[in-house]
């Protein structure tokens, strides 16, 4: 009965094109996984790693309810699958899911759709409970005869075993501006241990510089009537951007490169700063080829104010540092204005 309702909900998630059928069978993917489950998620299990904070297995539930991001990454993970599907036609396909959640949202819903005899599953993430979670959820909606195997472990150490080669990996662990979450130190070490032909999504994280007025600028809010923020309010017209400070993809984290800091090049400060004074940064998404999410249009891509202007107005320069050697942030150092002096003429 579970399956059958599962695949229902998920056709009409593939199929659907507009704003308000996302919202709409995003938010019967939500009520069907609060139905089988009871909302049996702890909201105290949140654990530091090194590179992030893994949310608890009650605020990885609520990522579901982020209905843009749940609808654009489904629909880009089926359109990989299919890909795959298509270029491996005589083998079966090997997934890994890194930082699964308790409801593994962007891959057990996708199951039914798919032949059970091509597809090889790793499911991992570091919460005992999240891991049980979906156990129970492969019990309960009859996905047993499926080749899934879950794993309690810390995606940002996991070691992908030999005999298991990746054809699709998966981690969307993430926090605005790549703040917070481990996303990209969970990212640096799938990738590097995936084949080169191999499919990561998300496949490409962008992070623009832009001058502008941070409360004029769209902000996903989400209540009970849906999606709010990014169709209410349009992009601040006085908006500068300056530059992308960062792309996380497959080719950032080629050779041996295992900084986990990042610093930008500096930046000139405008003078006249009063139409767009605050210093921000922007997030991009690409999903899986046109498949992408904006600017607010995800908890994940709202914009994130790094700091006013006039708070710095002394000052003519700024760089950015990003680390995610511990709890991922970006930092800032200045330059002071230069003091010209004019020698008179005698």
């Known amino acids: 009965m579970y399956k059958q309702e599962l695949k229902i909900i998920v056709k009409s998630i593939i199929a659907s094109n507009n704003d308000d059928e996302y919202i709409h069978w995003a938010q019967k993917l939500s009520v069907f996984y609060q139905k089988i489950l009871k909302d049996e998620h702890s909201d105290n299990n949140e654990i530091v790693v090194q590179g992030g904070i893994a949310l608890s297995s009650s605020g990885a539930a609520d990522c579901v309810d ?91 150490t996991y070691i992908i075993p030999k ?76 908006n500068v951007f300056v530059d992308r400070l960062l792309t996380i993809n497959k080719e950032h984290f080629l050779g041996e490169n295992n900084d986990s800091k990042f610093e930008t090049n500096y930046y000139s400060l405008p003078d006249n700063f009063s139409n767009h004074p605050d210093v921000c940064l922007f997030t991009e998404i690409k999903i899986f080829e046109d498949i992408e999410l904006k600017t607010a249009e995800s908890y994940i891509t709202n914009p994130y104010c790094v700091v006013s202007m006039y708070v710095i107005k002394d000052y003519s320069e700024i760089q950015f540092v990003y680390d995610f050697s511990e709890i991922p942030k970006w930092t800032y150092r200045l330059k002071k204005k230069q003091l010209i002096s004019r020698r008179k003429n005698s």
């Open 66 to 156: 982020d209905y843009l991001r749940t609808i654009h990454f489904i629909k880009g993970i089926y359109k990989a699958i299919n890909n795959l599907d298509t270029l491996f036609s005589c083998r079966k396909i090997n997934i890994l899911y890194a930082g699964c959640g308790p409801y593994a949202t962007l891959i057990l819903p996708l199951l039914p759709l798919l032949n059970k005899e091509r597809i090889n599953a790793v499911l991992i993430d570091i919460n005992k409970s999240s891991i049980e979670s979906v156990r129970n959820i492969i019990s309960k909606i009859g996905l047993e005869d499926y080749n899934l195997h879950t794993i309690e472990t810390d995606a940002t």
């Open 163 to 238: 005999d298991f080669v990746v054809d699709l990996a998966v981690s969307e662990t993430m926090h605005y501006a790549l703040t917070r979450e481990p996303q990209v130190a969970i990212s640096r070490n799938i990738m590097k241990q995936i084949p080169e032909n191999a499919i990561f999504i998300p496949q490409e994280i962008k992070i623009n510089l832009a001058f502008t007025f941070f409360n004029y600028e769209p902000s996903l809010k989400i209540d009970i009537n849906g999606i709010k923020g990014y169709k209410n309010m349009q992009p601040y017209i006085y």
